[in-house]
């Protein structure tokens, strides 16, 4: 089963040096995008009550008049 898989992988993806560098060149945007969302959800999770987004409507600003 897991020699199926793999070779199937090898076959599909790294067999040719095209499609080897596309995977590793989608793989590394893909982790990019996952760990920078994870560490703004960390952050926002940390820093709770006390970001702007959080604390603004508090602030007693006037409100924007529209034109």
């Known amino acids: 089963m897991v020699n199926t898989v793999v ?35 960390l952050w926002d999770h940390l820093n709770r009550g006390k970001q702007w987004k959080d604390i603004k409507d508090k602030c007693g600003l006037p409100a924007e008049e529209e034109e």
């Open 7 to 41: 070779r199937r992988v090898y076959h599909n993806l790294f067999r040719r040096t095209s499609t080897f560098a596309l995977t590793i060149l989608l793989g590394a945007v893909m982790f990019e995008r996952a760990f920078d969302s994870g560490g703004d959800m």
